[in-house]
């Protein structure tokens, strides 16, 4: 069994910058494959970007903007998005994937308007 509790939502301006962070428990061996998603209303969840024992994958939309990385103890996800956009708005979710299952987080919002 896996917990995900993701924090760091809010509030900005288009081109600032927001640091989510995803904090982990339980079961050591699921958290090798660990991603972020994002969801708006009325549609699917979106992925983001993934961190596979040490190797990154980004969306084409974030590519250069948004960084995830893991503490060493691995006990927490993270996600630095800067230079944000409009479009960035959404419910932000942590995932991570094993043999055992899927977990996802409760989410954590992230608004950009002007």
């Known amino acids: 069994q896996v917990r995900l509790v993701e924090s760091g939502g809010g509030s900005v301006q288009p081109g600032e910058s927001l640091r989510l962070s995803c904090a982990i428990s339980?079961?050591?061996?699921?958290?090798?494959?660990m991603s972020w998603w994002r969801q708006t209303p009325g549609k699917e969840r979106d992925f983001v970007a993934r961190?596979?024992?040490?190797?990154?994958e980004y969306a084409e939309s974030v590519k250069g903007r948004f960084t995830i990385s893991r503490d060493s103890p691995q006990n927490t996800l993270y996600l630095q998005m800067n230079s944000l956009k409009p479009e960035d708005t959404g419910m932000y979710y942590c995932?991570?994937?094993?043999?055992?299952?899927?977990?996802w987080g409760q989410g954590t919002q992230v608004t950009v308007s002007s």
């Open positions: 995932k991570s994937q094993c043999v055992e299952g899927t977990y």
């Open positions: 339980g079961a050591p061996y699921c958290r090798f494959n």
């Open positions: 961190l596979l024992r040490g190797t990154t």
